[in-house]
């Protein structure tokens, strides 16, 4: 699991990603109103879409750091309900914008506008330099790659509006929203999966399977599911039923050591059943007419016994040894 001091650094470096981001929105899509400027109300919608998942991972990442024991889960999934309507008014945004564009864009917009984008890309560099101390968290990881992309595209988009070539122009728009709509339905699909809790496909699965069996524990299953950006990890081990619950206790806890060194790990449940224990029925009866006819022994196979009918005046014993033989 994470641990919770580089939590709330990295809870620290999102609120300010998203408390800078948003008023510099904001200022995009005043003037891109003002200047019907294409560029600029496309890079705003963008920008929303940052701010609102930066502002949701720090307050996620800041409500983990002070959990206890007896943290409710489900609380986890605000940051997917918010997520599932945040992407649902983007993109409704994104579709009708793209109808107002191929009609009407305006492409003659002065060049001082691409100085709120830059500053934009600024920002975005900062963070950048920020989060590359914290590259070994799966989450920071994500958000330094989609980084590098917004650096790349207001970049094109500040020299697109220098330029005010009418296909730069609209190139860079269905670009960036081109971008919008595939981040849109990445996190979409990701709020989804954690709010019914499906089953999924961890990278962390396969390596738990190896380290546990590899420490003789018997494993059962493993069920891994979505929570917002984590993972709550279900683990079912089988004991023998004479193992006693001080060593339950004991397996239980190193089992949950073990899957919580993991990363974006939030919750382990251990669950364990007792082993089963396979039983040979053993047939006992008194009387050998009945079974010597219902389990009638081929006169071929009887020289593998040691005994003969003349030789035991009662052949009770020989057809119990018979009927019980694997």
């Known amino acids: 699991m994470i641990p919770l001091e580089k939590l709330r650094e990295v809870s620290r470096i999102f609120l300010f990603t998203g408390a800078l981001l948003l008023p510099i929105s904001i200022i995009e899509i005043y003037f891109g109103e003002i200047y019907h400027s294409a560029v600029l109300i496309a890079d705003s919608f963008h920008g929303f879409i940052d701010a609102t998942s930066a502002i949701l991972f720090s307050l996620l990442l800041n409500i983990i750091y002070r959990r206890s024991n007896k943290f409710p889960w489900g609380l986890y999934n605000l940051e997917s309900i918010a997520v599932l309507f945040v992407t649902i008014f983007i993109v409704i945004?994104?579709?009708?914008?793209?109808?107002?564009?191929?009609?009407?864009?305006?492409?003659?917009?002065?060049?001082?506008?691409?100085?709120?984008?830059?500053?934009?890309?600024?920002?975005?560099?900062?963070?950048?330099?920020?989060?590359?101390?914290?590259?070994?968290?799966?989450?920071?990881?994500?958000?330094?790659?989609?980084s590098k992309l917004d650096l790349l595209m207001e970049i094109v988009s500040g020299f697109a509006i220098i330029i005010n070539e009418y296909y730069l122009t609209l190139t860079?728009?269905?670009?960036?929203?081109?971008?919008?709509?595939?981040?849109?339905?990445?996190?979409?699909?990701?709020?989804?999966?954690?709010?019914?809790?499906?089953?999924?496909?961890?990278?962390?699965?396969?390596?738990?399977?190896?380290?546990l069996e590899s420490l003789g524990i018997n494993l059962k299953n493993i069920y891994v599911r979505k929570l917002g950006s984590f993972y709550m990890v279900y683990i079912v081990i089988s004991l023998p039923p004479d193992c006693k619950l001080s060593n339950v206790y004991k397996i239980r806890k190193t089992v949950?050591?073990?899957?919580?060194?993991?990363?974006?790990?939030?919750?382990?449940?251990?669950?364990?059943?007792?082993?089963?224990i396979k039983k040979h029925k053993l047939l006992i009866t008194n009387d050998a007419t009945k079974v010597s006819n219902s389990n009638k022994v081929n006169e071929a196979n009887w020289a593998k016994y040691s005994a003969n009918f003349k030789d035991i005046e009662n052949g009770r014993e020989l057809i119990k040894r018979a009927v019980t033989k694997d």
Do not use: M
Not at 177 to 190: M, T, V, W
Not at 202 to 211: E, G, H, N, Q, T
Not at 257 to 275: G, H, K, Q, T
């Open 93 to 146: 945004l994104s579709i009708n914008y793209i109808n107002l564009i191929i009609n009407d864009v305006n492409y003659e917009v002065p060049a001082w506008l691409s100085l709120i984008i830059y500053s934009n890309s600024v920002l975005t560099l900062v963070v950048f330099i920020l989060e590359k101390r914290y590259s070994w968290i799966s989450l920071v990881k994500t958000d330094l790659t989609h």
């Open 172 to 211: 860079v728009v269905f670009t960036i929203i081109g971008f919008i709509l595939a981040d849109a339905i990445r996190q979409f699909k990701e709020a989804i999966y954690s709010l019914i809790g499906i089953n999924c496909d961890a990278p962390f699965k396969d390596r738990i399977k190896i380290i």
């Open 256 to 276: 949950k050591r073990i899957v919580n060194s993991f990363e974006n790990v939030a919750i382990v449940e251990v669950r364990v059943v007792p082993e089963k």
